[in-house]
């Protein structure tokens, strides 16, 4: 019922030159076994070549954070608007390195949820405890907090979003989550959601990330309310990119 997504987060990494090759080789190597959506958040400054580069058929491109803003006086910031400008599909928000790193807490995520809504641009909302919450048991209270912060606004429209679990301590660590563990989470995110809307929550894509690697990712993505993945340093690397996606 929920086609399968898989995300590739390149966070500040790449070039030009690397930004076409990575892409090409993507493309190249897909095939049509893959029936999963494919997208990939490059920088921003990398997004207009991402799209001249790649089919939307195959891959959809997307940025890896928004303003709250509508366009006006804001130096720096980029709008939901200028994403749509430049054919964004997806915007990640409140990914655990703008939360900790740039200090961006639940209530300006939510707006920029909002402003990410107001255009075509869908945006992929962020949840994730840390290692010291995950340690002390308050993983599901940390999770109950960011994804309600979202539920309780009920001008967040809940078909045009997807949601990402990245446990903190797993990104970029090596750690994951097992797949029972992040099913649990998973099911708790979804049984949340239905709360407020059971059919959005049923149709609601759900993703996992956090070190999903080529040799782990069936395991995660076999679960029932794992709808596919968020992938940060594998999705870098074109043939294990390409492998992830054949698993979803
Ligand atoms: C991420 O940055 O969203 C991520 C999941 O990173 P990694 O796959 O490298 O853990």
């Known amino acids: 019922m929920r086609r399968s997504l898989v995300i590739g987060n390149w ?10 090759e990575i892409l090409r080789a993507i493309e190249t190597t897909i095939d049509d076994k893959i029936t999963c959506d494919i997208g990939v958040c490059v920088p921003f ?19 890896q954070t928004v303003s709250e803003y509508q366009p006006g006086a804001y130096t720096g910031e980029v709008s939901a608007h200028m994403l749509e400008d430049v054919g964004c599909s997806w915007v ?19 707006k920029k949820v909002l402003a990410a809504q107001m255009t075509g641009v869908t945006p992929v909302y962020c ?18 907090d960011q994804v309600e912060a979202l539920l309780n606004n009920s001008a967040v429209d809940l078909t045009q ?28 995110i979804r049984a949340l959601v239905s709360e407020r809307d059971i059919n959005a929550a049923n149709m609601l894509r759900i993703l996992y990330g956090g070190s999903v690697k080529p040799d782990n ?8 309310d794992i709808d596919g993945g968020l992938i940060g340093g594998a999705s870098l690397d074109a043939k294990a990119f390409v492998s992830i996606c054949q698993k979803a």
């Open 161 to 188: 979003l997807v949601l990402a679990y990245e446990p903190v301590w797993a990104i970029g660590t090596g750690l994951t989550a097992s797949p029972e563990e992040a099913q649990k989470v998973h099911a708790f």
């Open 217 to 224: 990712a069936l395991s995660l993505f076999g679960q029932k």
């Open 45 to 63: 400054v990398y997004i207009t070549a991402a799209q001249e580069i790649t089919k939307p058929t195959v891959i959809t491109i997307g940025a």
């Open 11 to 20: 966070k500040m990494n790449g070039s030009l030159d690397s930004t076409s």
């Open 92 to 110: 990640l928000i409140g990914h655990s390195e703008r939360r900790t790193l740039f200090n961006e807490a639940n209530a300006q995520l939510v």
């Open 127 to 144: 949840v994730g405890e840390t290692q010291e919450e995950y340690k002390s048991g308050a993983t599901f209270d940390v999770i109950k």
